[in-house]
T-cell receptor, first 113, second 110 residues
Framework: EAQVTQNPRYLITVTGKKLTVTCSQNMNHEYMSWYRQDPGLGLRQIYYSMNVEVTDKGDVPEGYKVSRKEKRNFPLILESPSPNQTSLYFC????????????FGQGTRLTVV | GESVGLHLPTLSVQEGDNSIINCAYSNSASDYFIWYKQESGKGPQFIID?????DKRQGQRVTVLLNKTVKHLSLQIAATQPGDSAVYFCAENQGQNFVFGPGTRLSVLP
């Protein structure tokens, strides 16, 4: 089954404790991205990757890092999480090029206390 | 910057009625649009898309209309069912990336 898989689905952590949210897709998509979803603000892009070893900042990259060492994986790293990073995070992937739909993971609800 | 937005944050319709969800976009250069449906606890799911060289596209019970003159997009759902209750997002393709609106919550009343 074609899918985008995120882990964990739920995470509660403390301020400053490094964490990684994993994302994996099995559709051989070149393009992957991370979004955060906050009430009233919709989906905002954090980082994206056009292909292996190619990553770029989205609209809200501060406080986040990503890596793309393999085509299928695109982890989101929070080196020192803060409470304002409490949010619902989505990973998405698609084929390269304009005009192709993005497939989303199930989401990771992160709470930073 | 350029953005995509929705006219109404919530919409309640009677089961069996038709639903219309609206979206305004501001980037006249955008050439591809998608409607996503997000059910509670799930990620957004693709419903239907439309390219800028079209003004209407139909799927199963859903129709998307694009008015490039006024930069307006709408999603029409025929014979709305309880399973249609969700948040609906329009997304505008800008280069490789998508810009999403804040979403409209559709509630289907029995």
């Amino acid at each position: 089954e074609a899918q985008v898989t995120q882990n964990p689905r739920y995470l509660i952590t403390v301020t400053g404790k490094k964490l990684t949210v994993t994302c994996s897709q099995n559709m051989n998509h070149e393009y992957m991205s991370w979004y955060r979803q906050d009430p009233g603000l919709g989906l905002r892009q954090i980082y994206y990757s056009m292909n292996v070893e190619v990553t770029d900042k989205g609209d809200v990259p501060e406080g986040y890092k990503v890596s793309r060492k393999e085509k299928r994986n695109f982890p989101l790293i929070l080196e020192s999480p803060s409470p304002n990073q409490t949010s619902l995070y989505f990973c998405a992937s698609s084929f390269q090029g304009e005009g192709t739909e993005a497939f989303f993971g199930q989401g990771t609800r992160l709470t930073v206390v | 910057g350029e953005s995509v937005g929705l006219h109404l944050p919530t919409l309640s319709v009677q089961e069996g009625d038709n639903s219309i969800i609206n979206c305004a976009y501001s980037n006249s250069a955008s050439d591809y649009f998608i409607w996503y449906k997000q059910e509670s606890g799930k990620g957004p799911q693709f419903i239907i898309d439309i390219r800028s060289n079209m003004d209407k596209r139909q799927g199963q019970r859903v129709t998307v209309l694009l008015n490039k003159t006024v930069k307006h997009l709408s999603l029409q759902i025929a014979a709305t069912q309880p399973g249609d209750s969700a948040v609906y997002f329009c997304a505008e393709n800008q280069g490789q990336n998508f810009v999403f609106g804040p979403g409209t919550r559709l509630s289907v009343l029995p």
